[in-house]
C-alpha cells in the first residue's frame, strides 16, 4: 500500500500527525521515502513518475494517447516486479 498526502512534508506529517506517523513507522512496518520530491501540483503529476518512471508528458508518447485510454499498456513498477517472479 502507498499512502501519500498532498501538500504535506512528511516532517509536517510527523509534526502535525504525531500518533498516525507512530502507527505507519512502528505497527505497520512503514517505509518512508526519504528524497522524494513533488514535481506537480496534485496527486497525478505526482504518482506517475514514482509508479511508471514517466513523467505525464512522457505518457502519450508511451502507452496513454487520451484520457479516454486506460494505463493498461503503461510501465507500471509491478509489472517489472512480477516479471521477475514477485506476485
Not at 12 to 21: I, L
Not at 36 to 61: M, Q, R, S, W
Given at each position: 500500500?502507498?499512502?501519500?498526502?498532498d501538500?504535506?512534508?512528511?516532517?509536517?506529517?510527523?509534526?502535525?500527525?504525531?500518533?498516525?506517523?507512530?502507527?505507519?513507522?512502528?505497527?505497520?512496518?512503514?517505509?518512508?521515502?526519504?528524497?522524494?520530491?513533488?514535481?506537480?501540483?496534485?496527486?497525478?503529476?505526482?504518482?506517475?513518475?514514482?509508479?511508471?518512471?514517466?513523467?505525464?508528458?512522457?505518457?502519450?508518447?508511451?502507452?496513454?494517447?487520451?484520457?479516454?485510454?486506460?494505463?493498461?499498456?503503461?510501465?507500471?513498477?509491478?509489472?517489472?516486479f512480477?516479471?521477475?517472479?514477485?506476485?
Amino acid at each position: 500500500m502507498i499512502v501519500g498526502l498532498d501538500a504535506l512534508s512528511r516532517l509536517n506529517f510527523q509534526r502535525h500527525m504525531p500518533s498516525s506517523y507512530k502507527y505507519l513507522i512502528e505497527e505497520m512496518a512503514a517505509v518512508e521515502m526519504f528524497g522524494y520530491n513533488k514535481v506537480g501540483d496534485n496527486t497525478f503529476p505526482n504518482l506517475v513518475p514514482l509508479l511508471t518512471g514517466l513523467a505525464v508528458e512522457e505518457l502519450g508518447k508511451h502507452c496513454w494517447n487520451s484520457s479516454a485510454d486506460t494505463f493498461d499498456h503503461c510501465p507500471f513498477v509491478w509489472d517489472f516486479f512480477q516479471y521477475y517472479g514477485y506476485r
